[in-house]
């Protein structure tokens, strides 16, 4: 029986909504907790006993929600929650673990805790080693559509993403650029997070393409490749010591 229920989310409204679908659909359970970003997420596992259900946003601000798997032993059942339709949803079907398409409604909801309720923990501890294993064969190459053709560009070519009026782009060490049909967010997730870090909501930088730190005011830290960028990459106070522990690792 589900008892307890931890929420990752780092929109407000959707965590509120998520509380009160929970309400209806498992009015017996209690939401033990609620985090909003990768780091607080782990500190909080760390902190406290595992809950009987996980409901998991994929794209949190400061990267995917598939990087705590690399700092913590889920043995929790988790439903995965995402407003995109592509790459992470089939990585789900292969592994049998549900997952809530946004906007979230009751019945979604109840769907994906009937489907859970039929899983043994064995299976339910099986799925979710599947899922590490399978959040671990990163992109290597991107196809560009260019007319009518289909342009590969290799990803350790690539020395940042940024976003430009809602349309994302590459910006390779030669100094070009190429336009990616594909949200941040789904590029992040694609990317192998040693060599990739998500620095703020516009870019997402390369390790080996960083030339320069700086501190900037506020506690922040700046940042400079080593190819010119449409402005500058901040680093936000609240994320400098994951920063920090990404680049020196």
Same mark, same amino acid.
């Given at each position: ?8 989310? #780092?929109?407000?409204? !959707?965590?509120?909504? $998520?509380?009160? %679908?929970? +309400?209806?659909?498992?009015? /017996? *359970? ?77 019945? #979604?909801?109840?769907? !994906?805790?009937?489907? $859970?309720?039929? %899983?043994? +923990?064995?299976?339910?501890? /099986? *799925? ?122």
């Amino acid at each position: 029986m589900i008892k307890s229920i931890l929420i990752i989310e #780092d929109e407000a409204v !959707a965590a509120d909504n $998520l509380k009160r %679908l929970l +309400a209806k659909v498992l009015p /017996e *359970a209690t939401v033990v907790g609620t985090t909003q970003s990768i780091e607080e997420s782990v500190e909080w596992f760390e902190a406290n006993p595992m809950p009987d259900l996980c409901l998991m946003d994929i794209h949190l601000a400061d990267g995917s929600s598939f990087r705590i798997f690399d700092k913590v032993r889920l043995t929790c059942p988790i439903i995965f929650s995402t407003a995109y339709d592509q790459y992470a949803l089939d990585a789900f079907k292969v592994n049998s673990i549900d997952y809530l398409l946004k906007p979230i409604s009751v019945d #979604d909801l109840r769907r !994906a805790v009937g489907k $859970l309720n039929q %899983l043994s +923990a064995a299976s339910q501890s /099986e *799925a979710i080693a599947r899922l590490g294993e399978s959040m671990r064969r990163y992109r290597s190459h991107f196809l560009v559509p260019v007319r009518d053709k289909l342009i590969p560009i290799e990803v350790r070519e690539v020395a940042c993403f940024y976003l430009e009026d809602k349309i994302s782009r590459a910006i390779m060490y030669d100094g070009h650029q190429q336009t990616i049909d594909k949200p941040l967010d789904s590029i992040m997730e694609q990317l192998d997070p040693s060599h990739f870090f998500r620095a703020n909501r516009q870019f997402i930088v390369a390790h080996k393409a960083i030339r320069e730190i700086s501190v900037w005011p506020i506690s922040k830290l700046s940042i400079t490749l080593s190819v010119p960028t449409p402005e500058r990459i901040i680093i936000s106070k609240a994320r400098v010591q994951e920063f920090k522990t990404w680049y020196t690792q």
